[in-house]
Nanobody, 128 residues
Framework: QVQLVESGGGLVQPGGSLRLACVAS????????IGWFRQAPGKEREGVSC????????YHADFVKGRFTISKDNAKNTVFLQMNSLKPEDTAVYYC?????????????????????WGQGTQVTVSS
């Protein structure tokens, strides 16, 4: 059973940065593609970024390109989402999920967790 725990959220001013972490327990993360998703109040969950298990290739939603970076530390069994130049519209609960693959569809179609279930997420609030 894949269990992922998100952390690193908080309150930050516009233009600030945060680094989210997705830690796996019971499994080795390098066997899975990992995606980051978010859900803002009153909105549907949407894809943000993903990273493949095979070659480390990544995809980002257009609204975060150039601002967010996804990376993986296999030694720590952790996937990170570095978020820079944050905007108020980035305010949301951020979730990670284990996937069969990371493709452009991962960040442009309906979010899914292929393995395990959605966790509690971590709240990101961008406000002055």
């Amino acid at each position: 059973q894949v269990q992922l725990v998100e952390s690193g959220g908080g309150l930050v001013q516009p233009g600030g940065s945060l680094r989210l972490a997705c830690v796996a327990s019971g499994v080795t993360l390098d066997h899975y593609a990992i995606g980051w998703f978010r859900q803002a109040p009153g909105k549907e969950r949407e894809g943000v970024s993903c990273i493949s298990s095979s070659d480390g290739s990544t995809y980002h939603a257009d609204f975060v390109k150039g601002r967010f970076t996804i990376s993986k530390d296999n030694a720590k069994n952790t996937v990170f989402l570095q978020m820079n130049s944050l905007k108020p519209e980035d305010t949301a609960v951020y979730y990670c999920a284990a996937l069969r693959a990371c493709t452009i569809g991962t960040v442009t179609t309906a979010p899914r967790a292929d393995f395990g279930s959605w966790g509690q997420g971590t709240q990101v609030t961008v406000s002055s």
